[in-house]
Structure formats: C-alpha cells, structure tokens
C-alpha cells in the first residue's frame, strides 16, 4: 500500500533519524532522584537545578500553581523546592524536562500550538488519579509515560501532514483506526516513534513498553500491561475532555473492556473526570512553554 512513487524504507529511516536527532532527555532528573532519596537539603537539590534554566525557571512557574503553591509564596528556586517536597519536586522537575520537546504546533495532528504539552500534562496528571483508585504504586513510572507517551507526535507530525489526504483515505475507505492508517502510509506510527525515542533517552523498559502500546496496551508484555492499560485510559479520558483530541479521534478498539476489566463504572469515570478538571483548571495557566 502507500504511494508508488516512494521508497517506504528510506522513509521510515529519515523518520527515525529524525527521532534520534532530538535533544537527549536532560539528566537533571538522574541527578536529583539519589537527593531526593537521601533527603539531601534544599541547598544541594538547588544546586543540581540551576545549572538549567529552563528546568529552574519551569519549577519556579509550576510551584507556583495553587495544587502545588498552597500556603507558600515562591520567590525563588530553593523557595519552589522547599515548597514542593520531594514527590512534588520529581513530578515538576519531569515536567520540567519534558516540556521543551512539545514546542510549536502539531499541523499534522490538527492540534494548536501548546495543545499537545497540555495533553502531555493531562494525561500525566490523570495517570496519578487512576493510580491511586487503582493502588498502583508505580506513580513516578506512571507520570513519566503519561508525560511522554506522544513524543513520536512531536516528530511524525511534519510527515502526517505531508501525507494527510493518503492517510485519511485509508481511514475513510477502508473504515481503519488513524493509528493504522498512519502506520500504513509512513511505514511507522506515533507510538512505535515515541518508544524508540524513550530506548535512545534510556528510559526504563515499563516506560518505553508504556509508550510504545499507548493505543493497544494488550500487545505489550504481560509484565509491563497494566501500566500500558493505565497510560492508555488515562489518554482516552483526557482526549474525551477535549484536551489534545486531534485528527486521529476519540475511540480505541477494546477501551470498553479494559475499564471494565480495571473495575472503572461508568459512574467511576465521571468521578474521576470531575477530580481531573479541577486539577487541570488549577495547573493550566502555569503550563505555557516558553
Ligand atoms: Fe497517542
Ligand atoms: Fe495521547
């Protein structure tokens, strides 16, 4: 299938040189994990973050949001760290690292400017708030798929839009999902892109096996399914909510079941995307990319 007129491979091949050309992912976050565990002072856990100024300016705007702010006024780093604590600090300091990938606008996608960093959010926030329904513990695990289980977006968006009318004719003749026809047409699909973008930045394996089966989290490993499961609810709930819901749609084949099969009712949903708004309104300001 495809166009005739290019070679697939080479394709795949330029894609996937372009993934490997992204920024590695900063090791701020290595650094910081052992200071935290340690319950090193705020001084030393500074001095770790400001080496990166836009990881330090980030935690400052995101300390600054009430769900984190609470009774404190951050004036400065060490005043954002203190405030945080440490679960708090790894969640922004991720955040942190993760936003600069999902500058500009993902045309290909049909998603404005800054549309996907708040999914991005979103979809990590909501992994927090099905894990503690779920008793998950894996939090931090969780965060960092949820953060970045669209990073293949980041890079496959120029190619989707490229090659929009082949894809969508495939979506509309032959009645397939966006993420087959995408598959199909660039001979690589979004998520594929993004777990081997998390390979390359070294991510642990849950992560990447997150990442890579965020549309069909039953293909994954056994081992690695019910974070894979948790990623991609997670993802259709804020899609439902309308934040970061493109061109490729709202429904994913088998969604119904994996609620079910987690003991998520329908009434549990509205719940949760009830708790999910509230926290969203309150971080939403403070998300800009700058
Ligand atoms: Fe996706
Ligand atoms: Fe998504």
Redesign the pocket.
């Known amino acids: 299938m495809g166009t005739p007129s290019f070679d697939k491979n080479k394709y795949v091949n330029r894609i996937i040189e372009q993934a490997e050309s992204l920024p590695p992912f900063p090791n701020v976050v290595q650094k910081v994990m052992p200071l935290l565990q340690t319950m090193a002072p705020a001084k030393q856990i500074e001095q770790v973050i400001q080496y990166d100024p836009a990881i330090a300016s980030r935690v400052i705007a995101l300390s600054r949001s009430p769900i984190y702010a609470r009774r404190h006024s951050i004036g400065s780093l060490r005043d954002a760290i203190i405030a945080l604590g440490q679960k708090e600090l790894i969640k922004v300091v991720l955040a942190a690292c993760s936003a600069r990938y999902f500058k500009g606008s993902t045309e290909g996608y049909d998603l404005r400017e800054g549309e996907l960093w708040e999914h991005a959010v979103g979809v990590a926030i909501m992994t927090e708030i099905l894990a503690s329904f779920l008793n998950n513990k894996n939090v931090f695990t969780l965060y960092t798929a949820g953060l970045l289980?669209?990073i293949g977006?980041t890079v496959l968006h120029f190619h989707v839009k490229d090659q929009f009318e082949n894809i969508i004719k495939l979506v509309k003749d032959k009645n397939m999902h966006f993420l087959d026809a995408e598959r199909e047409i660039l001979g690589i699909d979004?998520?594929q892109l993004g777990g081997l973008i998390a390979k390359k930045w070294n991510f642990p394996d849950v992560v990447v096996a997150a990442i890579r089966f965020?549309?069909e989290p039953t293909k994954a490993a056994i081992k690695f399914q019910e974070i894979a499961k948790i990623v991609h609810l997670a993802?259709i709930m804020v899609a439902t909510m309308g934040i970061g819901c493109g061109v490729d749609g709202l429904t994913q084949p088998g969604e119904e079941a994996i609620f079910k099969e987690m003991g998520i009712t329908s009434k549990k949903i509205s719940e949760l995307l009830a708790e999910f708004g509230d926290r969203f309104k309150a971080i939403k300001d403070f998300l800009e990319i700058k």
């Open positions: 289980h669209d977006k979004h998520q965020h549309h993802n």
